[in-house]
């Protein structure tokens, strides 16, 4: 594929990382660039206009989100090509990272328009560096799906993974997504919670899923907020060769009930026998 030469003569595209709480980690270069960008794309105008009134600043702002990103590519473009410098910013920490912006600074990686990063604040390295867990390797898994099925199909292949995983979630399905999460790697996988992070109400939760679950019910103040959810990884992960999971389940409900037919694939793959029943169930058309 024929690479694009940088349009020199054009304006810049700076992807900011704002605070995700506390306005004291806006970085002094973030400041700096907020001030003198021509226009600011942002997630929420309402939000990044909090944000420009504690800095004094006044600009012009351009609303990019999930529901009209591609739309304002010309757009943006067009700012660009003719000298303007842009900032583009979401409504808390670094832009991309589970938030709006990937199909803009692709279009404009590949039309030739420079993008540069300002580094700073991100959910996901905050959690990481105070949880008190494997951070040599992790693997981000961002929000899971809406529906409780989605979020197993989601979980079930990571039941195995040696790396530290990491999710993001929100108040509303905190508790019943540590419930799947119980189903799928077991009660007793050691994880870490982190919520609010860099705000008033900052808190961690160690221990295992269990145990977390537990403190969180307990008091129902602690699932308000929003959430950084690590997860140790499998220290003896199953050798298993890997297979269509659903194709054998079809295969042995045909003469299996959903609970045996668990039963006989968490014998071979090592994986949780309850959440493997709740698969069969759907698959089934029972759940």
Not at 229 to 248: E, H, I, Q, R, Y
Request: proline share 6%.
């Amino acid at each position: 594929m024929m690479s694009h030469p940088t349009k020199t003569q054009s304006g810049v595209l700076y992807v900011v990382a704002t605070p995700i709480g506390n306005l004291a980690d806006l970085s002094e270069r973030a400041v700096s660039v907020l001030s003198e960008v021509d226009v600011i794309a942002c997630e929420d105008t309402r939000h990044t206009q909090k944000l420009l009134q504690h800095l004094g600043l006044r600009k012009v702002m351009l609303s990019v989100h999930d529901h009209n990103e591609r739309d304002r590519i010309d757009q943006i473009s067009e700012h660009l090509e003719s000298g303007r410098n842009m900032a583009l910013v979401s409504d808390a920490g670094t832009p991309l990272i589970s938030d709006p912006g990937f199909p803009l600074v692709q279009a404009l990686r590949v039309r030739g328009f420079t993008v540069t990063p300002v580094p700073g604040p991100s959910a996901l390295i905050t959690a990481l560096s105070a949880a008190g867990l494997p951070t040599d390797r992790f693997l981000f898994e961002g929000f899971l799906p809406h529906k409780a099925g989605g979020r197993r199909d989601r979980l079930s292949p990571l039941v195995n993974e040696t790396a530290t995983l990491v999710f993001y979630e929100s108040k509303h399905r905190i508790l019943e997504t540590l419930s799947l999460m119980m189903e799928a790697f077991g009660d007793e996988r050691p994880a870490c919670v982190a919520r609010e992070l860099t705000k008033t109400y900052e808190s961690f939760y160690h221990g295992t899923l269990a145990d977390i679950a537990v403190q969180l019910q307990q008091d129902a103040d602690q699932t308000k907020g929003e959430f950084v959810v690590m997860v140790a990884g499998n220290p003896d992960p199953a050798t298993a060769t890997s297979f269509d999971m659903d194709k054998l389940f079809r295969l042995l409900l045909v003469e299996l009930p959903p609970k045996k037919a668990a039963a006989v694939i968490a014998d071979l793959t090592g994986e949780n026998k309850k959440a493997l029943y709740q698969r069969a169930l759907e698959i089934q058309g029972k759940a």
